[in-house]
């Protein structure tokens, strides 16, 4: 029935009306939601949506994408990318969020582990877990509205990452299909060429169908502070000192941001620091040096009911050297301080950026690059804030295994730097094109600096950009795309491979 349905559709114009079908998955009518990402700057129709609800659906697919020469498929996590990397035009998209099954299972080594299908949100698995079994993944993302597989084919990073490793790290098993066709169990000990290639793999070796993750206890309280520097160079000194720690003495989240130092800009200013609504900014501790941004080290201490947060904290803040009297505080649950950024999303859909265009830049750069970062960029083309977070704060190299495929700066301390912009749509906000006209800029500037950086969540054009992207691992990533998915079906969005026949 597929097939014949498809034959009949890839003779209309895409985007024409949509027929259920029975068997193996549900057609979604909606065409157009698929045709576009939270980016909003590259849209394109599939021929078709499916809504797979086993590994056997995304094998039927694939199977049916042999079948016509320039037919492609790509699994949809949340269609959260900003470059049209979940798109297939003319192709097929796989929705995933159909594959939402949560199971409470023990992995090979005895310990718990959640196997939950790849289109479960982070934001699911976080309420499930704590509610029902009081258990947590170790490792997350800023934000939660986003698939299991989707984060898992690029790394996956919050504040966790420079202890736990980003999400890619913390996977005891996947089931995957190939664009063979393949339907495989894998893991560090099984198959674990294809285990390593689809973690961060940008979608290119196989559709991820199910994740085991192992869990820990969830805490019950997050301390969570803030605290403001004048200079980058006496932030990186501390947040870096502050990753080294050991375990048992260090935080169990830290992330940092830079802001614009005026008053006037409510989204990066002063204002966007406090974290209670009745705290206050005071500006008169800032010193009159200070350049036009200041950096925000943000801190989180997991802990129990009763046992001395307070003095801890003092103690671990006493070394740091932040601007004194410039530190916000407030104790939340460990669920709710997870979805703390569910805040933002409901004043970013209220003022219309949601909505808006979202050229975002992700930036993973060295360690000894990123002073000289920060006063070539960040205090010069973005001196006057983006509109949304400027995040900057170190992760560590080796909690990341260098099989996966994810590309990364050569130093094992390195920044990441994302750039969220959330503005207003066009007048009320700034003409996409410039904002994309200062994302070149930065790069430029990043290339005739001879910074080591790699872009997260990369978007490239040309093969030769790509090679350059991976550098020493394009043969190895050529390699694998050879041995998983020859024809090239998968993920087209990424315009790293050309279908072929
Ligand atoms: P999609 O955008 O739908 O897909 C991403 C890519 O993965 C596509 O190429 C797609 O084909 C492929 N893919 C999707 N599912 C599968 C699968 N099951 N198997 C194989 N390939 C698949 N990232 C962070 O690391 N940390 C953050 O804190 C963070 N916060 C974010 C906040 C917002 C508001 C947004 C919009 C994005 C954020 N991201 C963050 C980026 C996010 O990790 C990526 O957008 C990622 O792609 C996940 O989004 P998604 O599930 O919607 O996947």
């Known amino acids: 029935m597929m097939i014949a349905y498809l034959d009949q559709r890839l003779r209309l114009a895409p985007g024409t009306d949509v027929d259920p079908c029975g068997d193996g998955g549900e057609l979604d009518p909606d065409l157009e939601a698929a045709s576009k990402d939270f980016g909003g700057v590259t849209r394109a129709l599939p021929a078709v949506v499916r809504r797979p609800c086993s590994g056997d659906d995304v094998v039927e697919a694939i199977r049916l ?14 269609g959260h990318s900003v470059a049209g990397q979940a798109l297939a035009p003319d192709g097929i998209v796989l929705n995933m969020r159909a594959m939402s099954r949560m199971e409470l299972v023990r992995g090979d080594g005895g310990q718990l582990c959640a196997d939950v299908g790849a289109g479960v949100l982070w934001g699911e698995l976080l309420e499930w877990g704590v509610a029902e079994h ?20 690029n790394a996956g990073i919050s504040g966790q990452a420079f202890r736990k490793g980003p999400q890619i790290s913390n996977v005891a098993e996947l089931e995957v299909v190939t664009g063979e066709a393949e339907r495989v169990v894998c893991s560090p000990e099984r198959r674990s060429d294809l285990f390593y290639a689809a973690l961060g793999g940008l979608g290119q070796f196989g559709v991820i169908t199910r994740a085991r993750i192992p869990l820990l206890p969830a805490p019950p309280l997050v301390r969570w502070i803030r ?11 501390d947040v870096e000192w502050l990753v080294a720690r050991p375990e048992r003495e260090g935080f169990n989240y830290i992330e940092g941001f830079a802001f614009v130092n005026r008053g006037d800009d409510q989204a990066s200013g002063w204002e966007s620091v406090p974290i209670e609504p009745s705290s206050v900014f ?10 036009p941004l200041l950096y925000c080290l943000e801190l989180g201490l997991y802990h129990d009911v009763h046992d001395g947060v307070d003095k801890r ?3 671990m803040l006493r070394p740091l050297k932040y601007i004194r009297g410039l530190e916000f505080t407030t104790e939340l649950s460990y669920v709710d301080f997870l979805s703390r950024v569910n805040l933002a999303e409901s004043a970013a859909r209220a003022n219309g950026s949601w909505h808006a265009p979202h050229p975002w830049l992700n930036i993973l750069i060295s360690a000894s690059d990123v002073v000289h970062f920060d006063r070539h960029v960040l205090q010069s083309v973005l001196k006057d804030g983006i509109g949304g977070p400027m995040l900057v704060y170190p992760l560590l190299r080796s909690k990341w295994d260098p099989q996966m495929s994810v590309a990364l700066p050569d130093t094992e301390v390195f920044y990441l730097v994302a750039l969220l912009r959330f503005n207003r749509p066009y007048p009320a906000g700034p003409p996409v094109e410039n904002l994309m006209a200062q994302n070149r800029e930065i790069l430029t500037r990043c290339k005739s600096n001879g910074y080591d950086f790699k872009l997260y969540l990369p978007h490239y054009k040309t093969e030769a950009e790509w ?18 998915d020859p024809r090239a079906i998968l993920s087209p969005g990424q315009l790293i491979f050309t279908r072929a026949h």
């Open 65 to 78: 994408a042999w079948r016509y020469d320039h037919l492609t498929v790509a699994p949809r996590g949340n």
């Open 134 to 153: 009081g258990l947590s993944p170790a490792s997350w993302t800023d934000y939660l509205g986003l698939t299991v597989g989707g984060t898992l084919s």
């Open 227 to 237: 605290v403001v520097y004048a200079s980058f160079e006496v932030y990186a000194a």
């Open 282 to 291: 005071d500006p008169g501790l800032v010193p009159p040096s200070s350049g």
């Open 313 to 315: 904290v003092e103690e």
């Open 467 to 484: 090679a350059h992207h991976f550098g020493k691992d394009w043969a190895r990533f050529v390699e694998r795309k050879a041995r998983f």
